[in-house]
């Protein structure tokens, strides 16, 4: 266990504490990337081969190197990140399925594993796919984007698992947003989905809601926010009371119960037990779970102007640099890497694929926050994988608040 005041060195304290720059590091998602896409998990910094890739990892990292290289100048770090994009976009052109679904694990030596169909996975590939089809440099990119999703997205009018169907509501609203390009009969098709996804999800909320219990499930998993972030996204597109209403509900009762302390720190649902009605799990703590509640966060900010949703969003950042439960680094800022889980013992010091990912997407976000704040902060590249962020306020400087 690392205790941040204690083994942490001074260098990475001062950032923590006092910081009006931070680095931050590409080199591990480089490291886990070969020719076929990003390896699904790590002994502790190395890729561990034999669990071979996901569709769900290379979706996430598709997402993720496209938001991030939209941010930097066009530089060697740049084209790079570009590059692994061209990667992740084939992995998914290979994943998918001649009837649109995407198979999800597949081994080191490229054979499909034994598995179920996912609606999670597939709706983290159409998200990923819109994003591509939007923000990919290369035309024909864009094209292969296009015509990956248009295979996929009908498949979302069937999904039954919510997060699946939170992905695909969101990935609607980000086409809507650019509705010029569509057709009337397209444009009339997205508005269909949009209406069925969105009552899907108000009709989860409705029958598990009660005064207590302000949820869609009668269980609190993984990746818990993505729900409500889906609906904020709504809520930025049609502005609608009914779905601002569940979004505010459910995300203020998650805060609720992810937030301990004085000054609050975030406490993800353990994934020994997770959560009920009867009591929250504290152990083991995900990394994706503390992402999803920053995302979900700026999402409302957007939404509503809201500063409260800033201050969310730093406090989960704040987790991966020892804001926790245990004070301890969640991740190596030099590698570019993230642990796996918090255990009662400290760091999983695996860091595999969707750790990485949570923690580089939080970085992200927490970027977008200073930014919609009005701090403009600059991004400039300091290193062959290395980005320094520069702001002109302390980072962390609000958690006491």
Same mark, same amino acid.
């Not at 504490?17 to 998602?29: G, T």
């Not at 980005?387 to 002109?392: A, E, G, H, P």
């Given at each position: 266990m690392v205790k941040i005041e204690q083994n942490v060195p001074a260098k990475t304290r001062s950032r923590v504490k006092n910081a009006r720059e931070w680095r931050v590091s590409f080199k591990?998602?480089?490291?886990?990337? #070969?020719?076929? +896409?990003?390896?699904?998990?790590?002994?502790?910094?190395?890729?561990? /081969? =034999?669990?071979?890739?996901?569709?769900? !990892?290379?979706? /996430?990292?598709? *997402?993720?190197?496209?938001?991030?290289?939209?941010?930097?100048?066009?530089?060697?770090? =740049?084209? $790079?990140?570009?590059?692994?994009?061209?990667?992740?976009?084939?992995?998914?052109?290979?994943?998918?399925? !001649?009837?649109?679904r995407f198979h999800n694990n597949f081994s080191y030596n490229r054979e499909k594993e034994p598995e179920h169909l996912s609606d999670d996975c597939d709706g983290r590939a159409i998200y990923a796919l819109v994003l591509a089809q939007k923000l990919m440099p290369h035309p024909e990119h864009r094209r292969l984007a296009g015509d990956l999703l248009r295979r996929a997205l009908p498949h979302a009018q069937q999904f039954k698992a919510l997060r699946g169907t939170a992905y695909a509501l969101s990935a609607v609203v980000q086409l809507l947003q650019d509705e010029d390009v569509f057709s009337v009969s397209e444009k009339n098709v997205l508005r269909t989905l949009l209406r069925q996804l969105t009552a899907r999800l108000l009709d989860a909320y409705?029958?598990?809601?009660?005064?207590?219990?302000?949820?869609?499930?009668?269980?609190?998993?993984?990746?818990? &926010?993505?729900?409500?972030?889906?609906?904020?996204?709504?809520v930025k597109l049609t502005g609608d009371k009914k779905?601002?209403?569940?979004?505010?509900?459910?995300? +203020?009762?998650? *805060? +609720?119960?992810?937030?301990?302390? #004085?000054?609050?720190?975030?406490?993800?649902?353990?994934?020994?037990?997770?959560?009920?009605?009867?009591?929250?799990?504290?152990? !083991? *703590?995900?990394?994706?779970?503390?992402?999803?509640?920053?995302?979900?966060?700026?999402? &409302?900010? $957007? @939404?509503?102007?809201?500063?409260?949703?800033?201050?969310?969003? $730093?406090? &989960?950042? &704040?987790?991966?640099?020892?804001?926790?439960?245990?004070?301890?680094?969640?991740?190596?800022?030099?590698?570019? @890497? @993230?642990?796996?889980?918090l255990t009662p013992e400290g760091p999983n010091e695996n860091a595999g694929a969707e750790a990485l990912i949570s923690y580089l997407m939080s970085e992200y976000i927490y970027w977008r926050a200073l930014q919609v704040e009005g701090e403009a902060p600059s991004v400039t590249v300091c290193g062959a994988h290395t980005l320094c962020v520069t702001s002109r306020v302390k980072a962390a400087q609000t958690l006491a608040r």
């Amino acid at each position: 266990m690392v205790k941040i005041e204690q083994n942490v060195p001074a260098k990475t304290r001062s950032r923590v504490k006092n910081a009006r720059e931070w680095r931050v590091s590409f080199k591990h998602l480089m490291r886990l990337t #070969d020719d076929v +896409g990003l390896l699904e998990h790590a002994h502790y910094f190395l890729p561990r /081969r =034999k669990e071979g890739y996901t569709t769900d !990892d290379n979706a /996430r990292a598709l *997402q993720t190197v496209l938001y991030w290289s939209e941010r930097i100048p066009d530089t060697p770090l =740049k084209r $790079e990140l570009l590059r692994l994009s061209e990667v992740y976009l084939s992995f998914l052109a290979w994943a998918i399925r !001649d009837d649109g679904r995407f198979h999800n694990n597949f081994s080191y030596n490229r054979e499909k594993e034994p598995e179920h169909l996912s609606d999670d996975c597939d709706g983290r590939a159409i998200y990923a796919l819109v994003l591509a089809q939007k923000l990919m440099p290369h035309p024909e990119h864009r094209r292969l984007a296009g015509d990956l999703l248009r295979r996929a997205l009908p498949h979302a009018q069937q999904f039954k698992a919510l997060r699946g169907t939170a992905y695909a509501l969101s990935a609607v609203v980000q086409l809507l947003q650019d509705e010029d390009v569509f057709s009337v009969s397209e444009k009339n098709v997205l508005r269909t989905l949009l209406r069925q996804l969105t009552a899907r999800l108000l009709d989860a909320y409705a029958h598990e809601n009660d005064r207590r219990w302000r949820w869609f499930e009668s269980e609190l998993t993984y990746s818990n &926010a993505l729900l409500p972030w889906s609906l904020w996204q709504v809520v930025k597109l049609t502005g609608d009371k009914k779905v601002r209403s569940v979004a505010e509900e459910s995300l +203020g009762f998650l *805060q +609720g119960v992810m937030l301990e302390g #004085d000054p609050p720190y975030v406490r993800p649902i353990g994934n020994r037990g997770w959560g009920t009605r009867k009591g929250i799990a504290t152990w !083991d *703590q995900q990394p994706i779970d503390v992402y999803k509640l920053a995302i979900s966060a700026l999402a &409302a900010y $957007e @939404a509503t102007g809201d500063v409260a949703y800033l201050r969310l969003i $730093e406090r &989960a950042r &704040a987790w991966f640099y020892g804001h926790n439960a245990l004070s301890v680094m969640m991740i190596d800022p030099e590698e570019g @890497a @993230a642990f796996d889980g918090l255990t009662p013992e400290g760091p999983n010091e695996n860091a595999g694929a969707e750790a990485l990912i949570s923690y580089l997407m939080s970085e992200y976000i927490y970027w977008r926050a200073l930014q919609v704040e009005g701090e403009a902060p600059s991004v400039t590249v300091c290193g062959a994988h290395t980005l320094c962020v520069t702001s002109r306020v302390k980072a962390a400087q609000t958690l006491a608040r």
